[in-house]
Structure formats: structure tokens, C-alpha cells
């Protein structure tokens, strides 16, 4: 249905009736040119993000949230007459009651509907511990710390067993710029460098690329509504206590001040990111002493927080 404020507001393309203003560029959008817009850019950027091969066999991170089924539909879109490209859904279960069981659901009905297979690995399999049972815990390290860590390394054990070439996840553009504004202030270049899409190949390591890092979060959710999309629209109950809200907060004040600012953010990320991969290359990886996983101390950040956990139970 189209807002009352934009009943007589005419497409800049089209003369159509628009969904839509991009206050960064001026433009009023239809539907048709608005999704037109974001596959236009998303294709564009993902050929900068590196070729697909023919035989390519790309797994989606799919939480069940608008960014990941977003994502997820745009890439079978864009693969779909390339029927070589093979595609997989990865579904990280942390454990998370009442949250994470409903968007299980939401992510096997998109890819039944698409036809793509559907893998889920839990905590609970990999670590022997639901998101719950730790943050029974109250660790002061905070929820988020554990579940990123134990995340990645789920994505990356399956995206391996899958035997992918590339892991592809959801992260916009807004969070694009809070990633980056955040690791300026904690003044941590080193992973400001690793920011996704990775070019170089680790040994262990599935790299990562970002289809939608260049569209807006509001986009994102756009396109899902007229694409009339199922997702999963809940907050973690875990997530007040991260440190990115905060971030989050300052990037929308800056943007709804300066329209473009997260566009800004981003460019400027870009043009040093060059520099910065050269200052701070990949280290060479050992093998964790523990679990064998690929890491850049004697042992991997999951091995340090199991011991943690043991300790704190
Ligand atoms: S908000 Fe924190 S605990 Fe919740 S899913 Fe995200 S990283 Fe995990
Ligand atoms: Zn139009
Ligand atoms: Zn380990």
C-alpha cells in the first residue's frame, strides 16, 4: 500500500506512482525501478567483490532475518540461470528460546520455496552449549562475545563440510558503517583490515563475501515487503547489551542529519582499506592445540572461551 504523503509523488523514472524517496540521491522510486535499484547495485558490487566461476558453490548465512532471506533470494535470482552455481543455506542454531526456533521455520519455507538445501548446525552440537545455558552465566563479557565467536566458527566448520568456496552473508550497509566507525574507536585496525569480502585465501578459512554491503538497512527491508518476502522480524532478547547499539544509534543520528553519511563511511573505508590490508596482511595460521581449527595464537578464540565457560559453571 502506498503512504498518504507519497499519493501524488511520481517515479523520477517512470512518472508511476512511487514507494519511495532515496534521500540520499533525490530520486522518487515505483516498485519496479526500486528493485531495479537495489539488483543493479548488488550485481555490480558483487563482481567487484571477485569472478564466479561457473562451478562455484556458494553458502548463505541465513539467520531468517529480512537482511539474510534478502541475501539469499537475490543470489538464487542471480544464479539461477547458472545452473552450475550450487547454492546453500546455513542456519547457525545458538540455542536462543522463543527466538531462534521461529526464524528456523522462516528460513526452510524460503528455501523450499526456492529450492535450495537447507543445513543447520546448534551450539548445543558444536560447543555443548545453548546461547541460553550461557547466558545463564552472566559473564560480564556479555552474550554477544561468545555468540560471535561460537557463530563464526559454526559457519566456517559447515561452509568446510559443505565444501563451499565462499561463505556469503547478509551485512548492509548500515551495518557496514557501524563495523567500521567501531573499529576506528577502539582504535582496532588490524580487524578494521579483515573487514569482509576476503581476497586471500586462509588455509581452514572460508572467505567471506557481502552481497548486500552497499544497500541500505531500509532498503533491505523494502525490497523484502515488495517482494512480499517471509522473514523473520524479532529482536534477540540478548541483544540490548551489545555494543554495536550504540554505534547503530550514532551512524542513524548521522544519517538522518547528513543523508549519505553511511555512503560516506563506507567510501572512505574503501579507499584505505588497500593500505590497510598491507600494513596489517594475514598472518600466517597455526593449527589451535586443542581443537586443530585455524587460528593466529596456540589456541583459537572458541577453545579460550569453552575453557572460560568451565570455569565460570
Ligand atoms: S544479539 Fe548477541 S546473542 Fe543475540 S544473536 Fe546477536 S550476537 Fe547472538
Ligand atoms: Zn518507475
Ligand atoms: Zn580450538
Known sequence: MIPAFLIMILCSKCHKPAITVIRYSGAHLCSQHFVEFVERRVKKDLKKQGKTMNN???????????????????????????????????????????????????????????????????????????????????????????????RRMCLNTMAKDLGVDKLATGHNLDDMAQSILMNFVNGDMQKLARLGPHERIQP???????????????????????????????ECPYSTRALRGQFRCIVDDLEYRNPGTRHSIFQSYECIREMLMEKYPPVDLNHCLQCGEPTSQKLCKTCILLERIRRLF
Request: hydrophobic letters at 45%.
Open 56 to 150: 562455484s558453490r556458494i553458502a548463505v548465512a541465513v539467520s531468517g532475518g529480512k537482511d539474510s532471506i534478502v541475501t539469499l533470494h537475490l543470489l538464487h535470482d542471480l544464479f539461477e540461470s547458472r545452473p552450475l552455481v550450487q547454492l546453500y543455506a546455513i542456519t547457525v542454531d545458538e540455542g536462543i528460546k522463543g527466538y531462534r526456533d521461529a526464524s528456523l521455520e522462516v528460513v526452510q519455507k524460503n528455501c523450499n520455496i526456492l529450492g535450495i538445501e537447507h543445513h543447520v548446525i546448534s551450539f548445543k552440537d558444536a560447543v555443548g552449549k545453548t546461547m541460553d545455558e550461557i547466558a545463564a552465566l552472566h559473564d560480564d563479557l556479555g552474550e554477544c562475545s561468545y555468540c560471535g565467536v561460537f
Open 204 to 234: 581452514g578459512l572460508i572467505p567471506r563475501v557481502l552481497p548486500v554491503r552497499t544497500i541500505p538497512e531500509k532498503e533491505m527491508m523494502l525490497y523484502a515487503f515488495v517482494k512480499n518476502m517471509k522473514f523473520h522480524n524479532a
